[in-house]
């Protein structure tokens, strides 16, 4: 997909494959918005150009009707009120795969600052199995400069080539598609800006989320060509397994490669005791990384995991806020030796990272604790990065060091005027590196005041910044973007990684019934 000014591009490619041992006739039905234009609208399949009809409305309500009874499917009820491409008939020999094409182009408003793109995937949620390759990509090119991109449904990789031109992509392997993607972009402006998201719901509940925007004038000025002093921490505890171990060194020798030899490193290893690949930092020259394949080699899956010590440990190598410092942890967050509660742990880092270096974990294992990681890397201003099945070392860790640069955003602070929310997430702000955007999500009761305002304060480029918003000026407009449910999943989160951080629990349930009774309301 292209999105310009005044204009959207679509173009889908769906492979469909009879696994039946007799012929199907088929129907392709392809919902439409309505700001389509029909003569915009080209149809393939195996890359022939293909006839096809648009159904109205009452029309494409016929035909559902019609296959709904007769094969005694409701799934297409979904489509109840659209318009539709319509290519019929289909036939399709067994065992064979056809492949559809469709491409049309849709207007858009050129002055919105806020969109909301949705992309529907009835058809692969349609697939008996799971989709052996799902890939979206949502290409910009715009007259005004590209603020935030954030999807509610799915997981995203969001590239930069300039203030007005970007990539937001996803691509997943072997899955199952359950949902829509939906994706919310802002648009305009280039200092520091604060946006606001509100929503109001009946009992008095209230919602609002902050995106917190960082300047776009720090693009090209991005901090990731300093020196980088970079500490390389590896869980091998048994309960990471011998596969992730495995690919967690293939990601330090990757990583290695990217370094120069005026940056610094060192390599941790950790289950319940720790080993370092050297006393201190070394240069990443390339003699001090020809010993790093051997080290790698040596460690083993086995034992329990001393989370805590490791990163203690790494800390003690920094010595220099003039160079970026990052931590990069590959562990599945599930200490089992040393401090294992992840307020403590967040404790003694405060305490210890004189430097202000930066975690960035990478999740590994089965089942990886996200919610500790989450909170660990958050605290310090780094973040998660969870490898996908189709890439490689070298794209994850393309991912960390894209990141991996001195905040542009720092000593953030948000103040409430006439407004008390009850609960925050995340509870504390760190900072934003590059283009990222901050996310705060909140619920308040109704002011009693009609000034209530929401004032965000921030540190960029050696200048304090600020930006202010009126609540009742809030953008309630994206319905489809439910901030109680996002409010909700980041509260009861919270509340079963308090529990799990307790010895003996007997909340769990009442948690799992607090759940429910907030959905069903």
């Known amino acids: 997909m292209s999105i310009q000014d005044s204009s959207e591009e679509h173009s889908i490619l769906q492979s469909f494959a009879n696994d039946n041992e007799f012929p199907l006739e088929s129907v392709y039905i392809f919902p439409l918005a309505a700001n389509t234009k029909e003569h915009d609208i080209r ?27 007769k094969h005694r499917d409701h799934e297409l009820l979904e489509l109840w009120g659209d318009r539709a491409v319509i290519v019929r008939p289909i036939h399709m020999e067994s065992r064979e795969s056809k492949t ?12 919105t600052e806020m969109d909301n793109l949705r992309i529907t995937t009835i058809g692969e949620r349609y697939s008996k199995g799971p989709i052996r390759d799902f890939s979206i990509w949502v290409k910009f090119k715009t007259g005004r400069s590209l603020r935030s991109n954030l999807s509610v449904t799915h997981q995203i990789n969001v590239t930069r080539e300039s203030p007005n031109r970007g990539l937001v992509s996803l691509r997943e392997i072997n899955s199952r598609v ?35 925007e960082p300047p776009v004038s720090v693009f090209n000025k991005r901090s990731g060509q300093a020196e980088m ?26 990583a290695l490669e990217r370094l120069r030899e005026s940056d610094k490193f060192n390599v941790i290893s950790f289950n319940s005791k ?37 990163i203690l440990n790494a800390l003690e190598f920094f010595n220099s806020r003039k160079r970026s410092g990052a931590i990069i942890l590959f562990t599945d967050g599930r200490p089992t030796v ?39 890397s958050s605290q310090t201003g780094g973040k998660v990065v969870t ?18 640069s001195t905040p542009n955003v720092t000593d953030v602070s948000v103040e409430y005027s006439d407004i008390y ?34 004032t965000a304060k921030v540190k960029t480029q050696g200048k304090t910044k600020v930006s202010s918003r009126p609540l009742q000026n809030g953008n309630a407009q994206n319905e489809s973007i439910r901030l109680d449910y996002l409010w909700g999943m980041r509260r009861f989160g919270r509340l079963l990684e308090r529990e799990s951080q307790k010895k003996r629990s007997s909340n769990f349930r009442k948690i799992v019934h607090d759940v429910q009774e907030f959905w069903v309301h």
């Open 338 to 376: 040393g401090v294992t509660n992840v307020d403590s742990l967040n404790e003694s880092i405060k305490k210890l990272n004189k430097f202000r270096s930066r975690i960035f974990m990478i999740s590994v294992g089965d089942a990886p604790n996200m919610l500790m990681m989450e909170k660990l």
């Open 387 to 404: 490898p996908l099945n189709h890439e490689s070392s070298q794209d994850v860790m393309e991912k960390v060091f894209s990141a991996i």
């Open 43 to 69: 149809v393939f399949i195996d890359g022939i150009p293909n006839p096809f009809t648009v159904l109205d409305v009452q029309s494409l309500q016929k035909l559902i009707k019609e296959i709904a009874q």
């Open 229 to 254: 002093d970079v500490a390389f921490v590896i869980d091998s505890s048994g309960s990471v397994g011998a596969s992730q171990l495995k690919s967690s060194k293939s990601m330090v020798l990757s």
């Open 274 to 310: 720790v080993r370092k690949y050297s006393g201190k930092f070394v240069n990443a020259t390339t003699e001090n990384k020809s010993g790093v394949p051997v080290f790698l080699d040596e460690i083993e899956v086995g034992g329990g995991s001393d989370l805590s010590n490791s």
């Open 178 to 212: 359950t949902r829509d993607f939906e994706l919310l972009t802002t648009f305009g402006g280039s200092d520091f800006n604060l946006r606001l998201l509100t929503q109001e719901f009946p009992e008095n509940r209230n919602y609002f989320m902050l995106m917190l």
């Open 421 to 454: 929310p009850e609960e925050t997430f995340p509870e504390s702000l760190v900072g934003a590196t590059g283009h990222d955007t901050l996310y705060v999500l909140g619920n308040y009761d109704k002011s009693s005041v009609s000034g209530a305002r929401i």
């Open 100 to 111: 559809l094409r469709i491409s049309y182009k849709n207007s858009r408003n050129d002055q």
